[in-house]
Nanobody, 119 residues
Framework: QVQLVESGGGLVQAGDSLTLSCADS????????MGWFRQAPGKEREFVAA????????YYADSVKGRFTISRDNAGNTGYLQMNSLKPEDTAVYYC????????????WGQGTQVTVSS
């Protein structure tokens, strides 16, 4: 059973940093890949970053590359998204998701956490 809960969102100013957390209350966190997605008002949900189960491979959307860092602590069943140099266009609801089947869809999602960046 995978249950993801995001936290760490909030209201910040442009240029600030924020770290999102994604905690899994299940027992299989270390066995699946994890991703972060976001959805801004009036826009479709978009990919932000992903990390393989081992933490050895990471992937980023071009819009966040160099500013965001995805990581995971398998012992603590928690994933993270470190966001630096935030921009107003980063404002969105951020979701973490689990890919429990290799190369499959993201099949478990958290409830989302709001990130608002003011200019």
């Amino acid at each position: 059973q995978v249950q993801l809960v995001e936290s760490g969102g909030g209201l910040v100013q442009a240029g600030d940093s924020l770290t999102l957390s994604c905690a899994d209350s299940g027992r299989s966190f270390s066995s699946f890949a994890m991703g972060w997605f976001r959805q801004a008002p009036g826009k479709e949900r978009e990919f932000v970053a992903a990390i393989r189960w081992s933490g050895g491979d990471t992937y980023y959307a071009d819009s966040v590359k160099g500013r965001f860092t995805i990581s995971r602590d398998n012992a603590g069943n928690t994933g993270y998204l470190q966001m630096n140099s935030l921009k107003p266009e980063d404002t969105a609801v951020y979701y973490c998701a689990a890919q429990t089947i290799a190369f499959g869809d993201y099949d478990y999602w958290g409830q989302g956490t709001q990130v608002t960046v003011s200019s």
